[in-house]
T-cell receptor
């Protein structure tokens, strides 16, 4: 799986939008962009994924750059329950299609 | 409810003892995974399985063993050969190794070896 780069931490205020960036300059044409989040002492939970087009679901939106070398997870109105570590990962069809590979992610802090 | 269950949530063992962590899923998923997480770190892949009776080593398989005799079960044994076994262990499953599929995680087992 290709590597991604995320900021170590970000801070936002409650009820404001949050934009979490992810760089993946070595992404291949068949790599999917996945986002997961992990609350303290819990297993990660799926947030969203996409290939080329922007995606929306009940939790968040995923904006993918036209060249696919970066993407942004958008939480439209952050709540205290959104405080978590957010992981951006790539899953590809290449020989290493062996599971999800996680980096350290972005620690999102929400201020009341 | 459908989901993935890990047990126990907390586990204590003496150094030198083997210990087996349970992971069961009723989602009818083909692929299952085991990860290890140390404080402040991301998840590291230990083993994964695409199908019954088949599994592959991940990045840190040394000192661990697995079996996949049933589709719904993927137990992980932490052997005495694992030099630093104290960690948070997470099990996951997904419909297949297909890259467009989401994975579901259990709530984890926190293993402490004393």
């Amino acid at each position: 799986d290709a590597k991604t780069t995320q900021p170590n931490s970000m801070e936002s205020n409650e009820e404001e939008p949050v934009h979490l960036p992810c760089n993946h300059s070595t992404i291949s044409g068949t790599d999917y962009i996945h986002w997961y989040r992990q609350l303290p002492s819990q297993g990660p939970e799926y947030v969203i994924h996409g290939l080329t087009s922007n995606v929306n679901n009940r939790m968040a939106s995923l904006a993918i750059a036209e060249d696919r070398k970066s993407s942004t997870l958008i939480l439209h109105r952050a709540t205290l329950r959104d405080a978590a570590v957010y992981y951006c990962i790539l899953r590809g069809l290449g020989g290493g299609a062996d599971g999800l590979t996680f980096g350290k992610g972005t620690h999102l802090i929400i201020q009341p | 409810d459908g989901g993935i269950t890990q047990s126990p949530k907390y586990l204590f063992r003496k150094e030198g003892q083997n210990v087996t962590l349970s992971c069961e899923q009723n989602l009818n998923h083909d692929a299952m995974y085991w990860y290890r997480q140390d404080p402040g770190q991301g998840l590291r892949l230990i083993y994964y399985s695409q199908i019954v009776n088949d599994f592959q080593k991940g990045d840190i398989a040394e000192g661990y063993s697995v079996s996949r005799e049933k589709k719904e079960s993927f137990p992980l044994t932490v052997t005495s050969a694992q030099k630093n076994p104290t960690a948070f262990y997470l099990c996951a499953s997904s419909p297949s190794l297909g890259v467009g599929t989401e994975a579901f995680f259990g709530q984890g087992t926190r293993l402490t070896v004393v």
